[in-house]
């Protein structure tokens, strides 16, 4: 790894694994290393063409880490050949960062943890912090030269929840973590406030599920919170135990994949998946069980 430990800002945090964050001073200073990619995930997707960290490359989650057909993730054939294309080695340190407190960053984090890539980490801060400190963002699209990566067989079972494993959590009365805003957990909306109402036919939570919004997580820099305010929050109002068996959700597994990480890699939470089905499978299912 080009980091034998974190930065003292990552570890006056109190993470219990600080090594996935790294700051932009760090990634300034490696914006060269050829064991270091840095990978840019947007919501807006045109974010990356108008200017972007100098050698970074962009990753679509829609065009990228989805199957083209089905409503599932790529395989591990086309996870390799991604891999290549990026100039991505089975030892390359890849880091993720993108707008909206690195909400897709942490969701192509989940995607490339899929298929057990081992050495992933979020720029703190993401596009937004980068931005604020007036650091060099370039329009050139870099080209490396492609790799040979060996990819194992994808394993959803330790970090993906599917709706048959959400069944079983209201059945025992296991934790269940709803990350949307308040107004969808509620029912009001279908989406967050000010997009398209569109993906579900009913609106509410899976019942059981407490609401814990995904940007709560984060300060008003992008920047993860300290661990004990993460606590406060996720332990202290929503009652979740570190060896707690939690399935978090939104409305297709973008913002939960936030949460996964904050409480997977920051509070050391070992039994943490994500139910990328989220609310637009969960709201369309015939007979589904709904709160509001």
Not at 75 to 89: H, N, P, R, W
Not at 209 to 238: M, Q, S
Request: aromatic share 10%; hydrophobic share 35%.
């Amino acid at each position: 790894m080009p980091q034998a430990t974190p930065s003292s800002k990552i570890l006056e945090k109190g993470y219990t694994h600080p090594e996935v964050l790294v700051t932009t001073d760090w990634v300034e200073e490696h914006l060269k290393d050829p064991k270091v990619r840095i990978l840019e995930s947007n919501e807006d997707i045109l974010l990356y063409d108008l200017g972007h960290v100098p050698g970074a490359l962009k990753i679509d989650w829609h065009t990228d880490l989805q199957d083209p057909i089905m409503r599932d993730y790529l395989d591990s054939a086309a996870f390799a050949g991604l891999m290549a294309k990026l100039g991505i080695g089975n030892e390359t340190t890849v880091v993720f960062y993108g707008d909206k407190n690195n909400w897709w960053a942490c969701y192509a984090l989940w995607v490339f943890k899929l298929f057990k890539h081992p050495d992933c980490r979020v720029m703190d801060g993401g596009r937004k912090k980068w931005e604020a400190e007036r650091r060099p963002l370039v329009k050139d699209v870099p080209s490396y030269p492609k790799t040979q990566y060996k990819a194992s067989d994808r394993d959803d079972a330790p970090i993906r929840a599917f709706r048959e494993d959400v069944l079983r959590h209201i059945k025992d009365r296991k934790p269940l973590i709803d990350v949307r805003s308040p107004q969808e957990y509620r029912g009001e909306l279908l989406h967050m406030p000010d997009y398209p109402q569109e993906g579900a036919l009913r609106g509410g939570h899976v019942p059981g599920a407490r609401n814990v919004p995904w940007a709560r997580a984060a300060n008003d820099d992008g920047t993860f919170k300290a661990a004990g305010d993460l606590r406060t929050i996720y332990e202290g109002e929503a009652g979740l135990r570190s060896n707690a068996d939690v399935i978090a959700y939104c409305r297709i597994g973008e913002r939960s994949s936030h949460t996964w990480f904050a409480l997977t890699y920051l509070l050391g939470y070992e039994h943490v998946r994500n139910y990328d089905g989220s609310w637009t499978e969960w709201g369309n299912v015939v007979r589904a069980p709904i709160e509001k």
